[in-house]
């Protein structure tokens, strides 16, 4: 039977999920960073107990997670392994792209096969994030847009079955679409990219020529900038993910506490909890404020990432010399770290960051 479909409340659900998580994922997390095999194996795992619906409401047949149980499923994700984690998001934040989009006949087509035949998504528009010449354009023709130019992040080949592309019309308008995660003599993928964190999510880039998006496929049209205001409005959440990893060195530092029973370590440990239960605790509590102040959304993000920091240094630390090894659990959750410190990164998040690591 599905986890989702045992849910009584919050506590029962995220219980559920961890028990899966550690006889599942704990064991395997280190090839699951390295091997695609393997991280396709743990994806599988999520899509037999319905995970990869959860952000569907229950009239298409998905479950409908409320905001902060789904983001505390992010949370608990990462905290066992940052690339199963980061790979499902990919799909979450497709999925939602078309739970909102206003193209009604897109959401009849993809929903119900996403619920009942598991179609996977992945995201292909951080690109709209850069300043200057568009790197990829839609020109409107008849029947739909001109694709062409480079996508430079799509992370998910041969994971996914499709990908939310992001272009820029003339009018500097951001258009999304649905494309096949397939080549073609218009699509060309390049070989993943070599990472040093989640090899296993296979990024690659996409070069577009002249490919035909179909006005049916359209998911959404936003007004230039449209992603940068999104940026702002959802600046607080990729926080969970930080948070499961900041929590991912924790569960290293007190596993060594535990075996080595070493005062200072124990001391460690207990301020560096302390910290993250605190930073946790005034995450959940804004979420929960209708009205944020985006500078106080941002600060708390910024908190999050040096603290995953802080962490994953302190797991190095006490695992010795053995943290070298490139498949200790330490080495591992250091990279992740590396990963959500720069995930869905702003200008204000990079100066934010900058600004923990000179002043505090």
């Known amino acids: 039977m599905s986890i989702c479909k045992k849910i009584n409340n919050l506590e029962s659900f995220l219980e559920e999920i961890k028990s899966y998580l550690q006889e599942f994922v704990t064991p395997f997390a280190s090839e699951i960073d ?135 019309l003339p009018d500097d308008q951001e258009i999304r679409g649905i494309v096949p995660f397939t080549p073609s003599s218009q699509v060309r993928f390049s070989e993943p990219i070599k990472l040093g964190a989640m090899q296993s999510t296979n990024t690659v880039t996409a070069t577009f020529k002249t490919y035909f998006l179909p006005e049916e496929n359209i998911v959404s049209i936003d007004q230039p900038g449209g992603i940068h205001n999104h940026d702002q409005k959802v600046v607080l959440y990729p926080s969970f993910l930080v948070l499961g990893c900041a929590k991912a060195g924790l569960d290293i530092v007190k596993n060594v506490c535990q075996k080595k029973e070493i005062d200072f370590i124990q001391e460690a440990y207990d301020h560096l909890n302390e910290e993250w239960q605190i930073c946790e605790r005034k995450i959940r509590k804004a979420m929960n404020i209708d009205h944020r102040s985006f500078d106080d959304d941002l600060q708390l993000r910024v908190w999050s990432i040096n603290l995953a920091q802080r962490c994953a240094i302190a797991a190095l630390t006490v695992s010795s010399g053995a943290a070298n090894y490139y498949n200790h659990p330490a080495q591992r959750v250091y990279k992740e770290a590396l990963v959500f410190s720069v995930f869905a990164q702003t200008t204000d998040i990079m100066k934010g960051t900058l600004e923990q690591l000179m002043y505090n």
């Open 34 to 168: 390295q091997s695609p095999d393997a991280l396709k194996k743990a994806l599988h795992g999520l899509i037999e107990h319905s995970l990869l619906s959860v952000r569907i409401p229950q009239s298409w047949g998905g479950l409908g997670l409320n905001p902060e149980i789904f983001y505390l499923l992010q949370q608990l994700l990462s905290q066992y392994s940052g690339a199963l984690a980061f790979l499902q998001l990919q799909h979450q934040g497709a999925v939602n792209a078309i739970v909102k989009s206003k193209n009604e006949a897109l959401k009849q087509n993809y929903l119900p096969k996403i619920v009942e035949e598991n179609l996977l998504f992945g995201l292909g528009f951080s690109q709209l994030r850069r300043q200057g010449k568009p790197m990829i354009t839609a020109t409107p023709i008849q029947g739909g847009y001109e694709i062409t130019g480079e996508v430079p992040w799509i992370t998910g080949f041969d994971f996914f079955d499709i990908f939310i592309l992001g272009a820029t």
